[in-house]
């Protein structure tokens, strides 16, 4: 007889295994199936995020920080290093060190919650009953679980360039892009997104030669064009970036030791370029492989992405869906957040995920990081708004950390001064956005951060005096 769960999570990043936890805190017998492994072939929870996105992303950023500070930044503190080298090969254990520890981790906290953990591919057999039949496939191992609920977290992959395949040799995607063993002297990077800017920028800051193709006529759409505007100048002036917009990439031609990359600027003037190595980071795409959902009649709308409803329920009976696999933004904590929110439905209770208020955030030097309305949506949708601004260079905090680039904004209503957006480019701007997205949450106004004592000296005093100009009483500008 098959095992039988309450709750089946397919997936275990960072929506999956969160889901897995929060339904086995809530009483209910609970599986996680997840095929990732790492080098020696054991279970690696935590999807792409832990194993190749997220964490060791910022692992490497780090480490590239560190390195560019002993060379370029130390001498302005008086510290005087002398000649500074780089291992990559101990940098690259170092972030899988960091891989398996949060791993590791997330393991512990399976055992922990008795969630029962299940290696290999997750896909739909069959309803049996009230009961779903859950394959489980890990090479010629195969094995039917049955759960009454089924939380699908597959996730997403990366978006194919066509014409090019990936062999994370010469051609890589995230991941290969996390293992270069040596520092490429031309880097090619196509698409200046998330993954784009901060690979580009790790390994710009070890040495390489960095160009970056974009076929968006405007770097950074989606954030506020101020921010924009200030990240670009401080990627291609300061961190050295080669940053080019308006691109079409034409023929990409794969050799024994390089690539060439054929393409047409704005103007439609045609441009060739090799490259060492490239790097192709055009997004990504919800994973549904192998899920078999034809068979079961789940429905996959014409983006791949699972079709649910506002509340993550998919059409089939207790089947739901949350994460890169279904609407909304390829976020790892807002997809940890509708886990947490499936599991609590599952159980009766009434969570709700506000996607209004989901904070973004780009890893470079300097940090980005908004939440809420740009200016340019006010203006579109005509929402009468004020503006406050706090410049990072009249901040005592950011001068004594010598990162001083950037500034805060806040967007508030102009009739009931209700929040609408909190956007900032400079230094530990994720970490200071949470203070937007909590206010925000409790639909706070600018008067509201504008009245709270804030510590001196403190980054964060830079979204206070943001919230003060919003009524035109900075105290320190």
């Known amino acids: 007889m098959s095992q039988q769960f309450d709750v089946v999570v397919i997936g275990g990043g960072p929506g999956g295994y969160v889901a897995a936890i929060r339904a086995a805190q809530l009483g209910f017998s609970t599986a996680c199936i997840d095929a990732t492994k790492d080098a020696v072939g054991k279970q690696s929870l935590g999807g792409t995020c832990l194993n190749v996105g997220c964490i060791p992303s910022k692992a490497l950023l780090q480490s590239s920080e560190n390195y560019h500070n002993a060379v370029h930044g130390f001498a302005d503190h008086g510290i005087n290093v002398g000649t500074v080298k780089v291992d990559i090969a101990k940098m690259l254990a170092r972030k899988q060190d960091i891989i398996n520890k949060n791993t ?37 191992k195969v094995e039917v679980i049955e759960a009454t609920h089924v939380i699908i977290a597959t996730g997403s992959k990366v978006r194919q360039l066509p014409g090019v395949a990936i062999d994370n040799q010469l051609v890589l995607d995230n991941e290969g892009a996390l293992a270069i063993p040596a520092v490429p002297k031309k880097l090619g990077v196509i698409g200046a997104g998330v993954i784009g800017l901060e690979m580009g920028s790790v390994w710009k800051r070890l040495g390489a030669d960095v160009t970056v193709l974009e076929a968006m006529p405007t770097f950074l759409g989606a954030a506020d064009e101020q921010v924009a505007k200030d990240a670009f100048k401080y990627l291609t002036k300061e961190t050295g970036l080669a940053i080019t917009n308006g691109v079409k990439i034409g023929e990409i031609k794969v050799g024994k030791k390089d690539v060439t990359v054929n393409w047409t600027d704005a103007a439609g003037a045609e441009q060739k370029s090799v490259f060492d190595k490239l790097i192709v980071s055009i997004g990504r795409v919800p994973n549904t492989d192998g899920l078999n ?84 949506q006010l203006k579109a949708e005509g929402i009468d708004y004020k503006k406050g601004q706090f410049l990072f260079s009249a901040n005592g905090r950011a001068l004594a950390l010598g990162e001083a680039k950037g500034f805060v904004k806040m967007l508030a209503d102009a009739k009931t001064d209700r929040i609408l957006g909190v956007h900032i480019v400079g230094p530990f701007a994720s970490e200071l956005i949470s203070e937007a997205v909590v206010a925000m949450e409790f639909n706070a106004s600018s008067e509201d951060i504008a009245r709270i004592v804030h510590a001196h000296p403190s980054l964060s005093e830079a979204l206070h005096e943001a919230a003060l100009g919003c009524d035109k009483r900075s105290l320190h500008s």
């Open 104 to 140: 590791g981790g997330i393991a512990y906290l399976f055992k922990k919650n008795k969630v029962t953990s299940f290696l290999g591919y997750g896909s739909f057999k069959a309803r049996n009953g009230d009961k779903w039949q859950i394959e489980v496939k890990d090479g010629d």
């Open 293 to 376: 959902a034809d068979a079961v009649g789940l429905k996959i709308n014409e983006r791949g992405q699972v079709e649910v409803d506002d509340d993550c329920r998919t059409a089939l009976p207790n089947v739901w869906a949350i994460g890169d696999v279904i609407r909304g933004p390829m976020l790892a904590h807002k997809a940890s957040e509708e886990g947490v929110a499936v599991a609590e439905r599952i159980a009766g209770q009434h969570p709700h995920v506000d996607y209004n208020v989901i904070p973004w955030v780009i890893y470079t030097s300097p940090e980005i990081a908004w939440v809420g309305k740009t200016e340019q």
